[in-house]
Every structure is written in structure tokens, then in C-alpha cells.
């Protein structure tokens, strides 16, 4: 059996590795994300793509939006143009305001927590179709999962909720396609 040399002993607190000011991102820092991203778009042939959002699973989302999605899901869709729709819900929706990038807000309740008041008057292909996915095109959807399976098709595996995904599919039909970006 191995021994070991375990002792209790005062060290010094390590140097701080910051200055525990926050940095905040400046316009032009989210203008460069948001050329990667289109630049990226056309490099795989992307006329639309959906990035999904939710409290745990942020990143995408807020790397363009400056914010995270707080209590409830969101999505960017974000045309080759560089044109920007935000879906939000009811908890969300006063946020579209604070968005780093310009667009347009359309309101999903369903996007909401359970018991909120639900917009009812439109179902949310309708509702997507407002935020300007349309029929035919090549759209990617970007979660938050980086799929890297030797047996699947990656493109096919999809870590957003299945309703979203078929409504996509829907408004894409026949001559669209859609794929996990």
C-alpha cells in the first residue's frame, strides 16, 4: 500500500487571477459574434437559423442577445440577411428591448411557465411563421448539446423540445430542410 505525507499547514491565499470587475461586452464585440455567426450561416448553407434558449441552456441564445432567458424557453431566429425575430414569452417579452442585436419580438405564451395567461388566439406555427421561418428554406436549429455520435446522424439529433422541432418542420415542408446546426 502506497503512503502518503499528509500535513495541515497555513499557506498563503492565492493571487487573484482578476479584478472582480465585471467586463461588459461592447457593441462591437457582439457586431463580431453576430458576423461569425451569418459568416458561419452561408458557410453551411443556412437561410434561417433557430437558436433555442431556456434558463439552464443559455449560451447560444445569449451570446447574441446580451441576456439570458430567464424561467421559461426563447428563440432567435435569425435570417442569412442578418434580420432577427425574437420569440418570447410572457416573462420574457418585456426583454426584447434590452437585445443587443436588432429584431422584432413575437409573443409565444406557450413559452411561458405553466398558469400564465396564454395567448391563445394563434398556434405556434403561426405564431413562427411571424417570426419569419418560412416554406422551403435550409433552416439549422442550434440547442445547446454538440452531438458527436459515430452512429446517428448528428444533423438529425435534435436537444430542443420535439413541438418546437415539428413546427419548424412543418412550416419548412417538403421542399425545406432542417437540421441541428
Known sequence: MKQYDIRLAKVPQPPKDCTGEPVMLTDATIQERLDKVLRGMKSRGFEQLVVYGDAEHCGNFQYLMGYFTRFEESLLVLDADGTAHFVLGNENLNKASKARIPGQAVHVS????????????????????????????????????????????NRQLFDVPFYIVEAVREIAGTDGTVVNA
Not at 119 to 135: F, H, M, Q, V, Y
Open 110 to 153: 406557450l413559452f411561458s411557465l405553466p398558469n400564465q395567461p396564454n395567448r391563445a388566439d394563434k398556434p405556434l406555427r403561426t405564431l413562427l411563421e411571424e417570426a419569419g421561418i418560412a416554406p422551403g428554406r435550409r433552416i439549422g436549429i442550434a440547442g445547446w448539446k454538440h452531438f458527436t455520435s459515430r452512429i446517428l446522424d
